[in-house]
């Protein structure tokens, strides 16, 4: 038996929030012999994923947005890092991982819509299943200085101690988890592929990269000036003190390691090899970011992979 056209009437006000035309009701009514089919069909209609998309942006809009801070070994703006951690306008702050990140977007969403910052080791895209606004933070680094960074807190405990720059970029090679953080490991994060079988695809993640750093939701800043993106986080909804140092990103090398340009200086061929494979990417992943957003900004530390054929 065919549906009533009272009967359609009020599944179009209940989903469709209109009342239809009689005539438009009754010939509906008469292809229809369930409720449960009409629902259905009116729930998979153009008109209703109109109107959903609608109330979903309207609601969405009402929510704060989380501050996801991807941070990069040994390229996290340490003032940056301080200054979003203490404010009181980005509480409850939390730390995660790839791993305790995916639980935290399982968790019911009226606690997921209590975070306003989520800061850790995170490569870019994690956000896309947290269901709710979110804006990525990152800060990259020069990547010859950020690898000896690296190479010194590696070998700052009892074991390798006396290990050399050059023996720790040769011992990288067969150490799959250095070998993934040093080996052009900017646009490994930020491409969100930190696996081995990302070895060999740079090409390809340098575009992906790119795409990520240089998107609308992501706020990207350059080590040792990370403040200068307080402005854009304060429009964003994550106000810091009122301070920004210029926006240049620096161009020589961090002022701790005063021995890393000896210590690079010291590299015998094939570390040098190693030295230039690791950073050729990074470093045109680092320039091309500088270029784009810090027009005036002359990056040291170059190694462009398009001068050494390799793009």
Known sequence: MPLSASDVATAY???LER???????????AQYEKLGTLRQDLLNSEEFQRKYTQIQGSFLKQIKPVLIHLQIPEAVDPELFTQLYAAEALQPATSADNDSFAALCTAPRPERRKLRYVFGDLAAGAGQDLGLPHIYLCTIAPPGPRIYRIYRAACSGDEGTDMSFGTYLEYSLDSPPHRLEL????????AGATTLDSLGREKELLANALHAALAPEMLLGFWGVGMALAPQLAQRGFPLEDTAPPSAPPSTPDSTDADYTAALAALDKTARTIFDSYTAWDSYFYDVCSALLSPDAAPGDTNDPIQKGRI
Not at 19 to 29: D, K, L, N
Request: proline letters at 9%; a neutral charge; zero cysteines.
């Open 183 to 190: 080996d052009n490991g900017q646009i490994r994060r930020l």
């Open 19 to 29: 009342t239809p035309a009689p005539e438009e009701a009754a010939s509906v009514a």
């Open 13 to 15: 006000r209940l989903i």
